[in-house]
């Protein structure tokens, strides 16, 4: 049961990437998506962390939202 719920929430986190446009941009380069996710874990480790949390917290949820409601959000 815990390897389906795993298995089902790492679907769901690639299902993220891709609906954010990573896959698109990064040209389906598996070596350059996880360097910008490297990026993204090192900026959240620095000094400004609960900002940058709280940032992306916010976009996600907007783009949640928009989504819900039919709308696109541009970033």
């Known amino acids: 049961m815990a ?3 795993r ?3 790492l679907i769901e986190l ?17 070596a350059t998506l996880y360097g910008a996710m490297l ?3 090192a900026r959240v480790r ?3 962390a609960g900002t940058v949390l709280a940032l992306w917290k916010r976009r996600g949820k907007r783009a949640f939202d928009a989504e819900a409601e039919g709308s696109a959000v541009d970033e």
């Open 3 to 5: 390897r389906r719920e």
């Open 7 to 9: 298995t089902r929430h």
């Open 14 to 30: 690639g299902g993220l990437v891709q609906k954010a446009g990573l896959v698109d941009l990064a040209d389906d380069d598996r």
């Open 39 to 41: 990026d993204c874990a």
């Open 46 to 48: 620095g000094d400004d």
